[in-house]
């Protein structure tokens, strides 16, 4: 399959806290990729060092055999990494196809809209992750489980290969989750390449096949899920108890 992305000893410090400290992996072409810590394990800050929101102190991001370290966020888009956040964002007060067909002006999208036009390559998204019903309302009046999908949804507009999803379970009710599940595993099997990021545990460990731990922003094992729920330090700063998963 080939490396995607790969991050080599990336550092961010901010003043004397230390979020990201030394870290180094790599994400192969079309995986599944879950990473997992407790709160302040430096999770979001990761993410938000390969999406340019952040620059590091140190160390070097390669994406698609690119050096990208500390490119801005609208240049890493168009290069075909995209993201969502763990606060839902958008713009309140257009529907939800113009949501989406404002991701679909990127370079990246364009050139998928202009075959078959920026409003129908976005209905086209729409229907994917389960929104075209909804296309004409705004999404202030949405459900949070609908806002949600809009995340996902723009975030495919801008024609992505990388997909960064940050929490996309959190504040879902079951059957919001169920659904949120579903739509990235279709991704998934469309051969988006995805890094996701969870607190809702049992869910994200149930659907990836590899996982990447860290703690107190330092690498700390990758592997199965199971090898990964195992480790012993994982257990005692993530979960605080001394079993693995069930």
Do not use: W
């Not at 079951?174 to 996701?196: N, P, W, Y």
Request: glycine share 10%; proline share 4%.
């Amino acid at each position: 399959m080939g490396t995607i992305l790969e991050v080599k000893n990336l550092t961010k410090k901010f003043g004397g806290l230390t979020a990201v400290n030394d870290i180094s992996f790599e994400i192969r072409r079309g995986e599944f990729l879950g990473l997992i810590g407790p709160n302040g394990a430096g999770k979001t800050t990761l993410f938000n060092l390969i999406f340019g929101s952040e620059k590091p102190s140190s160390g070097r991001i390669r994406f698609d055999g690119k050096d990208i370290t500390g490119l801005k966020p609208y240049q890493i888009v168009n290069l075909g990494i995209a993201r969502t956040f763990q606060i839902v964002r958008s713009f309140k007060y257009l529907t939800i196809l113009d949501n989406v067909a404002v991701s679909c002006l990127s370079p990246r999208g364009k050139k998928v809209a202009s075959q078959y036009g920026t409003e129908e390559y976005a209905s086209t998204i729409l229907a994917m992750t389960g929104l075209v019903d909804k296309a004409r309302i705004p999404p202030i009046v949405l459900p949070h489980g609908d806002l949600r999908k809009l995340q996902i949804a723009k975030s495919l507009g801008a024609n992505p290969q990388l997909l960064l999803l940050d929490e996309p379970f959190s504040g879902l009710t079951h059957d919001e989750s169920q659904a949120i599940q579903e739509l990235i595993r279709k991704l998934r099997d469309d051969g988006v390449t995805i890094f996701m990021t969870g607190h809702v545990l049992r869910e994200l460990m149930h659907m990836v096949p590899r996982v990447i731990a860290m703690v107190q922003g330092k690498y700390v094992c990758e592997g199965s899920p199971k090898e990964v729920a195992n480790n012993k330090i994982v257990l005692e700063a993530y979960l605080g108890r001394g079993e693995g998963f069930a």
